[in-house]
């Protein structure tokens, strides 16, 4: 079965600083991975989403991400934070494409100090 | 993009007592829905998988008989939980996944159950 690592529970970054989330997957073959924010009160928003092709995938908000096969890693970035990027933040791998459920991560809590 | 909302967003009830939660896709259609359980500070977990015209599959170690799921429609799908006790208190989030090349899972925003 396929499983999500997100090893950071908390982090916190000054704002304007660089963002890295890192997220590593386990699974036999390549993967569907997705990003996902949570804010409070909010449902979960896809942020960015990887299928095939380039392995640097562009988002919403300005967050990228990129696949790296050898390291089984799916690590979430973005150059500039803003304090409204405060939120939990979310890896997930889904084996099928179409109508298939995802399995998530633990979370990674962004806070963001002014 | 699509629109997934639930009803109610946070809901107290005693124990004992049965509690319904709704999950609509309001701009498209679901043939199936997911029903997730997030506790706090931790994950989302896979409750089960909601299909309409047919009967729920539940995750293992997901009690059917607790946690009945109808799929009443091609845009609604409702969780009872049933005899709520303190434990089932949760976040409970559904999900519903579009088709086609830009296959994309909306969540809702969730609802709160407290079991008093």
């Known amino acids: 079965a396929q499983s999500v690592t997100q090893p950071d529970i908390h982090i916190t970054v000054s704002e304007g600083a660089s963002l890295e989330l890192r997220c590593n997957y386990s699974?036999?073959?390549?993967?569907?991975l997705f990003w996902y924010v949570q804010s409070p009160g909010q449902g979960l928003q896809l942020l960015l989403k990887?299928?095939?092709?380039?392995?640097l995938v562009q988002g919403i908000k300005g967050f990228e991400a990129e696949f790296k096969r050898s390291q089984s890693s799916f690590n979430l970035r973005k150059p500039s934070v803003h304090w409204s990027d405060a939120a939990e933040y979310f890896c997930a791998v889904g084996i099928n494409f179409g109508n298939e459920k995802l399995t998530f991560g633990t979370g990674t809590r962004l806070t963001i100090i002014p | 993009g699509a629109v997934v909302s639930q009803h109610p967003s946070w809901v107290i009830c005693k124990s004992g007592t049965s509690v319904k939660i709704e999950c609509r896709s309001l701009d498209f259609q679901a043939t199936t829905m997911f029903w997730y359980r997030q506790f706090p500070k931790q994950s989302l977990m896979l409750m089960a998988t909601?299909?309409?015209?047919?009967?729920?599959?539940?995750e293992q170690g997901v009690e059917k008989d607790k946690f009945l799921i109808n799929h009443a429609s091609l845009t609604l799908s409702t969780l009872t939980v049933t005899s709520a006790h303190p434990e089932d208190s949760s976040f409970y989030i559904c999900?519903?996944?579009?088709?086609?090349?830009?296959?994309?899972?909306?969540f809702g925003p969730g609802t709160r159950l407290t079991v008093t």
């Open positions: 999900s519903a996944p579009t088709t086609g090349s830009s296959y994309e899972q909306y």
């Open positions: 990887y299928f095939s092709g380039d392995t």
């Open positions: 909601s299909n309409e015209g047919s009967k729920a599959t539940y």
């Open positions: 699974y036999g073959a390549t993967p569907y």
